[in-house]
């Protein structure tokens, strides 16, 4: 299983971004696909996933301001980032969870950076 993300770049605060991230490969039975991510000298945190039924879950910090949402018949999932803050600044990784085993597969990671 492949993860690509992309959509990363540079955007003012106030401004918007939108990631998306496609699943290729032996890709079945996906129970969650989600968005994390790591800014420098940070853990890793999730920021928001979406079930397979569409049930979602989103990190305090970002609620209100970014969407997940996902393309079921397509493998992919997107993560709408309005009114960024220069917190957001970090390295998102999708990833995706596939069967009862619970797999666990990650993207490459994409740099969203806000400047003040």
């Known amino acids: 299983v492949q993860l690509q993300a992309s959509g990363g770049g540079l955007a003012q605060t106030g401004g918007s971004l939108r990631l998306s991230c496609v699943a290729s490969?032996?890709?079945?039975?996906?129970?969650?696909m989600g968005w994390y991510r790591q800014a420098p000298g940070k853990q890793r945190e999730l920021v928001a996933d979406?079930?397979?039924?569409?049930?979602?879950n989103y990190v305090d910090s970002v609620k209100g301001r970014f969407t997940i949402s996902r393309d079921g018949a397509k493998n992919m999932v997107f993560l709408q980032m309005n009114s960024l803050k220069p917190e957001d600044t970090a390295v998102y990784f999708c990833?995706?969870?596939?069967?009862?085993?619970?797999?666990?597969?990650w993207g490459q990671g994409t740099q969203v950076t806000v400047s003040s």
């Open positions: 490969g032996t890709v079945f039975d996906i129970n969650r």
């Open positions: 979406i079930s397979s039924v569409g049930i979602t």
């Open positions: 990833n995706v969870e596939l069967g009862p085993h619970r797999l666990d597969y």
